[in-house]
Every structure is written in structure tokens, then in C-alpha cells.
């Protein structure tokens, strides 16, 4: 069942967080349901710029249409990750997209507002929500690259204003993670701090937390040990999750690890197995291997075992 992240936030805020995975193809969207089913929990899949381009937008949403009939118990939204304005108007005219975000955080504060609010107009008015983003995270996803000279921690007097006049749904705040696999050098860590000031401003108000890959140190070794390069490479805790989520924080935003779980899978697969030229077994062992890790992550987050109780609450 597609609902609207909206609901989601109502029922996970202060509890929990809701797991938000990127999908780019038919296993990862398989490993993705498995998971959630398996940890019954809710959850929302991202769609990216990127995705949307790799083969064509209407692939991934047939795939995605597909899986809700396969598993009709799933509670899930469908959202639109890092969308510049164009690709907003697109996926809110779509039909299909429950929940879009606009990102113009790189653009100065009174433009950043004329945009968000342009494409809140137009969301509310198909009955759709979105998530903005105040403040810049460094590193890179896809087509968002940031230096990390250039980030910027939201400043929350910014934050609450900036919800006040764009009428968003939801917030995600630069609070010193970073996109991409290399997020935290020394004893770097959350700024818990900034986000507790953030939620004191804007009690209620669900915040987002992008960047939250924790980058396990075992996948990186068997990447490297399997011919793979990934030096220094270091993510969140996920440990503070919860610690989060207790501040406000509903929906976490996870990419990166996905991405090493494939690369893991695929690296160990062909090492061990030279003489395969099938993409099935390894395809299997990769949805396997990310039901899992989605299973994992949903502990993590405290969404799991939430799912009977979003679904009476709906």
C-alpha cells in the first residue's frame, strides 16, 4: 500500500525513524520488500535523478507497482530523493509519487523559500507532501556534489522561519553527516546539539537526516580483500538512530550501504565463481544478502515490528 510520508511521520515522530532506501533496479526493489517484510516494517522508497535516468522513470515505477502487488501487506511511501524543480513538477504530474523533495539548499535563503514554496503549491494541491533541505551537506550522491569547505550546518532560527514561509512537510537538516561513503575524519560525529536546538524551534515537526549510511567497516574490508579500494571510508553510528529520533528526526535516509552490500556480493561472488557468465545466482545471492541488510537496519532505526501498528493507526 502506497501512503504519503505524511502518515508515516505521524506515527513513527519521537519514536522511532522510517527507513529511506534508494532503488535503482529489480533486485535491490526485491531485497527492499523482503526486508521490510521480514522485519515488518514501514518504509520509504527513494527514487533519485539518477534512478529516473539509468533506464527510464516508468521502469522503476512499474517495478514498484509490481512489488505492491506481490506483497500486498507492505506499507511504504514513494519518494522523490534530491529533485531540482523540473523533476518535481515532473513527478508530481506523474500520479504516482506520493512524496517529492525539492532541493534548492544551494541556493541563497530567500530563493531557496521562492522555490519550495513554488513546488509546495503545486504538491499540496494533488495532495502530495514535500521534504526541503536547509543548510548543504558535503560529499557526493549522484548529481549532488558538495565540497566539504562548502557545507553548512542549518542554522535553526533559519530552520523555523524557513518552515513558516515555505509551508513544507518535512525538513531535511545538515547536522554534520555527509553524502557518499567518506562522511566523518577524526572523532567527527552527529551534531546532536544543533538538531536538539532545531526541534526546540519546531516542535513536532518532522526532520530528515540525509547522509546516514554507517559505512560497516566489515563490508569495506571484504570489498578491499575481493580487489575493491575503498580507503578511509567511515559513516554514522547507527547507534545514535534512535538518539535522533527521539529529537525529532523521522526519516533517515540510507544509500551508500546498499551500494557496498552490492558491491560486496558481486566482488566475493566472481572471485569465488570465474567461470559463471549468469546473472541469475549472483542476482539471488544480492537480494538475499540485501533483505538482510534492510532487516538489519530496520532494528537500527526502531521500525521494526512497527508495521501492524502503522496499518490500524491507517
Same mark, same amino acid.
Given at each position: %500500500?502506497? &501512503?504519503?510520508?505524511?502518515? #508515516? ?16 533496479? $529489480?533486485?535491490?526493489? %526485491?531485497? #527492499?520488500?523482503?526486508?521490510? %517484510? ?6 520509504? /522508497? ?20 509490481? *512489488? ?23 513527478? /508530481? ?6 512524496? &517529492? ?12 523559500? =521562492? ?8 504538491? +499540496?494541491?494533488?495532495? /502530495?507532501?514535500?521534504?526541503?533541505? #536547509?543548510?548543504? $551537506?558535503? @560529499?557526493?550522491?549522484? !548529481? &549532488? ?5 562548502? *557545507? ?6 533559519? *530552520?523555523?522561519?524557513? &518552515? ?9 537538516? *545538515?547536522?554534520?553527516?555527509? +553524502? ?29 537526516? !540525509? @547522509? ?30 534512535? +538518539? ?7 526519516? /533517515? ?6 551500494? $557496498? ?13 570465474? =567461470? ?30 512497527? $508495521? ?7
Amino acid at each position: %500500500m502506497i &501512503v504519503t510520508t505524511k502518515k #508515516l511521520f505521524e506515527a513513527a515522530y519521537g519514536k522511532y525513524a522510517i527507513g529511506a532506501y534508494n532503488i535503482n533496479n $529489480l533486485e535491490q526493489t %526485491m531485497g #527492499l520488500f523482503r526486508g521490510n %517484510m521480514d522485519s515488518q516494517a514501514p518504509f520509504i /522508497i527513494q527514487i533519485s535523478k539518477g534512478a529516473r535516468s539509468y533506464t527510464h522513470k516508468l521502469m522503476l515505477e512499474g517495478l514498484i507497482r509490481s *512489488a505492491d502487488a506481490v506483497f500486498p501487506d507492505a506499507v511504504f511511501a514513494v519518494h522523490l530523493d534530491h529533485g531540482d524543480e523540473e523533476t518535481c513538477i515532473d513527478c /508530481i504530474n506523474s500520479g504516482f509519487y506520493s512524496s &517529492v523533495m525539492i532541493d534548492a539548499s544551494h541556493e541563497p535563503f530567500e530563493k531557496n523559500i =521562492e522555490i519550495t514554496r513554488k513546488i509546495v503549491e503545486l504538491a +499540496h494541491a494533488k495532495g /502530495i507532501v514535500v521534504e526541503a533541505e #536547509l543548510g548543504q $551537506l558535503g @560529499g557526493v550522491e549522484e !548529481h &549532488v556534489k558538495v565540497d566539504e569547505a562548502d *557545507a553548512k550546518l542549518t542554522n535553526p532560527e533559519q *530552520a523555523a522561519e524557513f &518552515v513558516e514561509r515555505t509551508g513544507c512537510d518535512s525538513l531535511a537538516v *545538515a547536522i554534520g553527516t555527509s +553524502h557518499g561513503a567518506f562522511k566523518f575524519s577524526g572523532n567527527q560525529s552527529i551534531r546532536l546539539d544543533v538538531l536538539e536546538q532545531i526541534q526546540k524551534l519546531l516542535p513536532g515537526f518532522p526532520l530528515v537526516m !540525509h @547522509g546516514s549510511s554507517s559505512v560497516p567497516q566489515d563490508e569495506v574490508e571484504r570489498i578491499n580483500a575481493a580487489g575493491g579500494n575503498l580507503k578511509g571510508a567511515k559513516g554514522v553510528d547507527a547507534d545514535q538512530f534512535l +538518539h535522533a529520533a527521539q529529537l525529532g528526526v523521522t526519516k /533517515i535516509n540510507i544509500d551508500t550501504d546498499g551500494r $557496498l552490500v552490492w558491491t560486496r556480493v558481486h566482488r566475493e561472488y566472481f572471485r569465488d565463481h570465474p =567461470e559463471n557468465f549468469d546473472l541469475r545466482p549472483i542476482g539471488k545471492v544480492f537480494m538475499d544478502e540485501y533483505a538482510k541488510f534492510i532487516a538489519s537496519k530496520n532494528q537500527k532505526l526502531g521500525s521494526a515490528g512497527k $508495521l501492524p501498528e502503522v496499518k490500524k493507526m491507517l
